[in-house]
């Protein structure tokens, strides 16, 4: 998951102790018992994780009510890149296929949604083609053409513009950058991209100069949806996106809330995936995240937009006296440490896994929030929804086993293999909006000054990214060591999670993720294997090997397989988490238990 839409999912700061006491005793609508049980119509406790919670209880109609202490990047569809953002656009966007509404693994699957089903692939898998449902309209009425998907794929292209979404589609369609987007065409039409062919109004397909096997997986990005070109208004388009699905903007005030209602030019019977059982659906937007968990707690909302958990605040006070509203998935991210290699010593690996033994994983662990509101710990850098993913099983520097807590003799000979015996100086990265990396890089300070490594720490500009550690130059310059970061899948495979960290041709000037600056013909030819290879098993295969060969370098030093603890209101049913959205419970099926 992109660095932008990691910084969509911001942690919490903390708030006066009267806060505190405030929400530890506020009476909530309903709650779970201390030992997660439910009682006042709550649900129980990991109730909705990875399975449906209260499916027959949905009801159709009622207002379902998110919050959240950020609003979106973006709701045009070309441009958002938060993880909510592409899970809350499927109430007004639809695209040729979609994640299955299913919970836990099965989410991450792919479904039709626009097309009458999955692409009929030929031509040694370079092209793609879909028929599009009859009964597909924008929300005035008109049909959705094979035209509008094409045109809404375009602008991808017109990055100058509508610059911060995904662009996989168009790195994949148009490899030398040769369309300039719809905005610079010169078609009458507007229509221009080779790649993309509409032989009718129901038919679209797709010629790839390299054959990609997770073509379909962009494809369901929400990149991938219609935009209809007379409704087009270019940079604005986020504030009112034309609606192709069962709902439509009825307004927004950015930063202050959003609703939509019902399209009533949408038809169940053309749309296999959403039953829109809400009337209605409102956002709230807080500028101070303990406001917006006392009002979950206190039930005036139902669920948290942004699905980062809650806030420690929050946290303690629904675990302890309403645990049956709440749900503790594993959310798709690794947070870590890296090691930039144009940053001595960290050009010698042994230099960099003096640091992996040397850290003290479990400390790690507690300063993101423990095994509950942290994770898991970390043993390698592949998210446990990643097929080919092997989860604590694989443990190479033993950092939940036997060096848990450290392995100072092990660090000092690392250090001495790469001839820094008594250790050396550097300097640990981390945002300055972000406690619990600090706290991270504490821990990491206080392990590494045991075994002759001084670290200072670095508070940075978070929101200034892609100039800072997104410089390799910057990062020379500043003598970042290391880096802490943390990153998910944009979609559930090694080359949606990885391919920007680890591959060299995604090694850039500013805006880079490859912090570690690997270049290793053996991963990046990996890679080139994995997008050409058709079967699961073979591309699962191919992933574990990505893993290994990254770990082995030590590049990375992980810290938890990140969980949340996220609530859900006594109100919702039809509820579930799924690895699609990275552990968010999955909006578009949300229901209410009455209409009131």
């Not at 002759?452 to 910057?474: H, K, L, T, W």
């Not at 590049?555 to 690895?579: C, D, G, H, M, Q």
Request: charged fraction near 25%.
């Amino acid at each position: 998951m992109t660095t932008q839409r990691t910084s969509g999912r911001a942690k919490r700061t903390a708030a006066a102790a009267a806060v505190v006491a405030a929400l530890l005793t506020t009476a909530a609508c309903g709650g779970g018992d201390d030992d997660g049980g439910s009682k006042n119509g709550a649900a129980g406790f990991d109730a909705a994780n990875n399975k449906v919670a209260q499916a027959s209880e949905a009801k159709k109609g009622g207002t379902l009510r998110f919050g959240s202490a950020q609003d979106a990047d973006s709701w045009d569809t070309t441009r958002g890149y938060y993880g909510f953002m592409w899970n809350f656009s499927r109430y007004y966007s639809r695209q040729l296929v979609t994640n299955k509404t299913e919970p836990g693994a099965a989410g991450a699957e792919i479904t039709p949604d626009l097309a009458t089903g999955v692409a009929k692939v030929s031509d040694d898998g370079k092209t793609y083609t879909y028929t599009l449902r009859d009964g597909v309209t924008w929300e005035d009425g008109k049909p959705i053409t094979s035209k509008d998907v094409k045109y809404g794929i375009e602008r991808v292209w017109a990055q100058d513009v509508l610059s911060g979404g995904p662009t996989y589609l168009k790195e994949v369609l148009d490899p030398k950058g040769e369309y300039k987007g719809p905005y610079k065409d010169k078609a009458k039409d507007h229509l221009g991209l080779k790649a993309i062919e509409t032989p009718d109004d129901k038919t679209i397909v797709f010629h790839l100069p390299q054959a990609n096997s997770d073509f379909e997986e962009m494809l369901a990005l929400t990149s991938g949806s219609p935009v209809r070109q007379d409704k087009d208004t270019k940079s604005k388009y986020g504030l009112h996106p034309f609606s192709s699905g069962p709902y439509k903007f009825a307004s927004y005030a950015p930063g202050k809330d959003l609703k939509l209602v019902r399209n009533e030019n949408w038809k169940a019977s053309s749309d296999p995936v959403r039953k829109a059982y809400p009337d209605a659906i409102t956002i709230k937007f807080f500028s101070n995240a303990n406001d917006l968990d006392q009002r979950l707690i206190n039930g005036d909302l139902d669920i948290d937009l942004a699905q980062t958990g809650m806030s420690p605040q929050g946290r303690t006070a629904a675990l302890k006296q309403h645990k049956g509203n709440l749900d503790n998935p594993v959310s798709g991210y690794v947070r870590y440490a890296t090691f930039p290699q144009s940053v001595k010593p960290f050009d010698n690996e042994h230099c960099r896994k003096a640091v992996l033994y040397g850290a003290d994983h479990v400390s790690l662990q507690t300063a993101r929030g423990g095994p509950v509101a942290g994770g898991d710990i970390g043993t390698n850098m592949l998210p446990p929804s990643v097929p080919g993913a092997e989860g604590q099983k694989y443990d190479p520097y033993g950092m939940a086993g036997a060096n848990k807590t450290g392995n100072a003799a092990k660090a000092k000979e690392e250090l001495k293999a790469c001839g820094k015996p008594n250790g050396f100086s550097t300097t640990i990265a981390v945002r300055n909006n972000k406690p619990v990396e600090v706290a991270t890089a504490q821990s990491m300070q206080a392990a590494l000054k045991k075994i002759g490594i001084n670290a200072q720490i670095d508070q940075y500009d978070g929101s200034q990214i892609a100039g800072i550690i997104g410089s390799p130059s910057n990062v020379k310059k500043k003598n970042y060591g290391i880096i802490i970061m943390g990153w998910g899948p944009d979609f559930p495979s090694v080359q949606g999670y990885g391919l920007p960290l680890w591959n060299s041709k995604y090694i850039l000037e500013s805006g880079n993720n490859n912090y570690a600056l690997i270049k290793d013909k053996k991963i990046d030819g990996l890679f080139g294997d994995y997008v050409k290879t058709l079967d699961d098993a073979g591309k699962a295969k191919i992933a574990t090997e990505i893993n290994h060969k990254v770990m082995e370098g030590g590049y990375y030093l992980p810290f938890v397989f990140e969980k949340f603890i996220n609530w859900r209101s006594n109100r919702v049913a039809n509820i579930y988490t799924s690895n699609g959205y990275s552990g968010m419970y999955d909006f578009v099926n949300l229901g209410l238990k009455s209409s009131k």
